[in-house]
DNA sequence: TTAATATATGAACAGATATTCATATGAAAG
DNA sequence: CTTTCATATGAATATCTGTTCATATATTAA
């Protein structure tokens, strides 16, 4: 453990104003939700219309599991949700939160 | 392979307008990279104040090695831009991009 | 009821990733 | 030149994560 501390008022001054541990871990969550491409594809997919299951399976190029494991977890993320008619399962986006973000994302890709 | 396909000409038409692979690829990096608890919370330090390498160990109870090697990954992504004075490498925010990422990031969680 | 279809899920595996530890580099001080 | 200090880096390890495969569930049709 290197103790230096070259600035020791500065850094303490920072971390005081840090936020809780709680919150910054929660955000990475956030951010790792749209940190794969699978995920990805499926959150820009349903940005254009909402979709089932089997029909976000073709657009992304995937198996009808793997999308439905990563639905789960965008899911319980709250990023997206669902409706139930007869045996198909539609999604769309959540809310706009998740638009903002993705476009944000998409604006400093392009930038670059 | 499911390949069932329920709306098909809506399917097609989606398919037809996804981005590329490869830019949908390279937004679900960046997301990534906010996507660790270490990292956000350097982005988060930075945001407030340029600071070196023993400072940010301290502010986020980690040590110099880890902090060194998340640093180099802010930077290959073009996060974070470092100066050097002596000894001592002083890192800070890349630009306004990376706060407004973290910024909507947050506003997300706390609306939940 | 039985068959067919859409989706969900659990287990297993492979690949990715963050931390640690030891050590290297590079710059200033003595 | 040697020592000290701040940072960087490589290897090893343990953990996490996404996909696959097989199968379960649930709904509709026959």
Redesign the interface.
């Given at each position: 453990?290197?103790?230096?501390?070259?600035?020791e008022d500065?850094?303490k001054k920072?971390?005081n104003?840090?936020?809780s541990?709680e919150?910054?871990?929660?955000?990475?969550?956030?951010?790792?939700?749209?940190?794969?491409?699978t995920?990805?594809?499926i959150i820009?997919?349903l940005k254009?219309?909402e979709?089932?299951v089997?029909?976000l399976?073709?657009?992304t190029n995937s198996?009808?599991s793997a999308i439905s494991h990563q639905l789960r977890i965008l899911k319980q993320a709250?990023l997206v949700k669902s409706r139930k008619d007869g045996k198909?399962v539609y999604y769309s986006l959540k809310d706009n939160?998740?638009i903002?973000?993705?476009m944000?994302?998409?604006?400093?890709?392009?930038?670059?």
């Open positions: 453990m290197n103790e230096c501390i070259l600035h500065l850094a920072v971390k104003k840090m936020l541990d919150i910054l871990f929660d955000i990475a969550e956030v951010f790792k939700i749209f940190g794969d491409s995920r990805i594809k820009y997919a254009l219309s979709l089932c089997c029909d399976a073709f657009i198996t009808q709250k198909v939160h998740v903002k973000l993705f944000i994302g998409r604006e400093h890709v392009e930038e670059l």
